[in-house]
């Protein structure tokens, strides 16, 4: 009886459709409508990046096909769509930073032992320019890659790498776009530091611009392989 008063006053949410979670599943995660309804980035998906595709006979997304990546692969949990849509919002913009649990969860589960199999060593956030971190409190990637960190106690490095300059808001820009928009706007700052396979945590991913940009900047402070983890990833057709 003492354990359903906490949930009656403040009732945990579905991180997909925001609804109050039955008791016997109050901790977090998705209510059992939404848990039937998510979708999991899963096969066929781009060898490379992760994003799924529409057919068993592909191998690469239309973006990989032609663009040389910095990083050797990269996996996502959910496809960017529906209330999986909703749920980043929130997370990134309404201070749901309890949404990492279910997040790190997923990831544990659908990517543990890959990140085991690559040697990581190490776990890197895309990191956020200083000024719009302090407007929002707290970058989104970080929170999800410590969180990570802790739970498979890989050390995570926030400050390995750094954005020295605002860039402009990557949804609508093209490929190109993002590529400018990125271009030298990552430094590696722990000249001392040797790290050789590296995990780099960000929130969606639409073109790998962003962690092509973060893993160039580790490549060149002399990290041997890059490898990428996003929460989010969009289809590859």
Known sequence: MNNIIPY????????SCDEALDFARYRYGFCVRCAREIKYACEPVCKICGKVLSS???????????????????KGVYVYQGGIKAAMYRFK????RCYKYTFTRDIIRRY???????????????????????????????VIAAQLSKEIGIPMYPDVVVRNRPTTPMK??????????????????????????VLVIDDIYTTGATIDAVAKALLQGGV???????????RGY
């Open 8 to 15: 009656l006053l403040y009732p945990k949410k579905c991180v």
């Open 56 to 74: 068993d006979n592909d191998e690469l997304c239309l973006d990989c096909g032609r663009v040389k990546h910095y990083f050797v692969q990269c």
């Open 93 to 96: 913009y309404n201070n749901r």
């Open 112 to 142: 543990g032992a890959w990140i085991k199999a690559n040697g990581i060593e190490a776990i890197v956030p895309v990191p956020m320019y200083k000024s719009k971190k302090l407007k929002r409190g707290y970058n989104q990637a970080e």
């Open 172 to 197: 609508g820009l093209s490929n190109i776009e993002r590529q400018k928009n990125l271009k030298n706007a990552f430094n590696f700052c722990e000249k001392g530091l040797q790290l050789r396979k």
């Open 224 to 234: 041997i392989e890059v490898y990428g983890l996003c929460v989010c990833v969009g």
